[in-house]
């Protein structure tokens, strides 16, 4: 019996090397497991009324508005290949807020956290803009907890494998790379009424 989506036995809170493939809030969350354990919407919500009246929301508005403006036709998806993201700082007022949430400097030190992602980006369009500032506090940092590889599973006959668009690939069955595979690619989208 697997746990259910949003029970904290299926979070990875305790795995030290953990994958995550699919860049939308669910994927999100569960790269941020193994750093806030189940302190994860308490620390997205800590940080974003730290940043209710920082010029840094101002930014993330603006940044969100330009790639609405770029959505590729079809999909939930932008052109914009989203470097704010990339490079943003959250300010150290803001992240005094957070602090107390996270795992300890030692447990973190040994967690590795990848993030498999298909989208332009991997802050994914689609993805809360709070849960994609957390994880570039910790992909950014200098001690990097979260790795994020743009490329997509595939079963190449009874293989299993995340390949990667620079042509490495990770052998998903046992013995894994990782502790934990997780696999957030949403719901199937319901049938249309007509």
């Not at 995550?20 to 969350?29: E, T």
């Not at 030692?106 to 990848?114: G, M």
């Not at 595979?181 to 249309?192: D, S």
Request: net charge neutral; hydrophobic share 40%; glycine share 8%.
């Amino acid at each position: 019996k697997s746990a259910g989506y949003w029970s904290p036995d299926g979070l990875p809170i305790n795995d030290n090397n953990v994958m995550v493939s699919g860049s939308g809030d669910g994927g999100l969350i569960d790269i941020l497991a193994p750093i806030f354990g189940v302190h994860v919407t308490r620390a997205a919500h800590r940080l974003a009324v730290a940043l209710a009246d920082s010029p840094l929301r101002q930014d993330i508005l603006e940044t969100e508005k330009k790639r609405a403006e770029r959505l590729i036709p079809g999909t939930r998806d932008s052109e914009d290949d989203c470097v704010f993201y990339t490079k943003v700082a959250v300010p150290p007022g803001a992240v005094r807020e957070i602090e107390g949430l996270r795992a300890a400097d030692d447990v973190l030190a040994a967690r590795k956290v990848t993030l498999l992602h298909s989208s332009t980006s991997p802050y994914s369009f689609t993805a809360a803009p709070i849960n994609k500032l957390l994880m570039a506090h910790f992909s950014n940092a200098p001690r990097q907890i979260v790795k994020t590889i743009k490329g997509s599973l595939q079963t190449n006959g009874a293989k299993n494998e995340a390949v990667c668009d620079d042509g490495t690939s990770y052998s998903l069955d046992p013995p894994c790379a990782f502790e934990k595979v997780l696999l957030r690619h949403g719901a199937h989208p319901g049938i249309a009424a007509v």
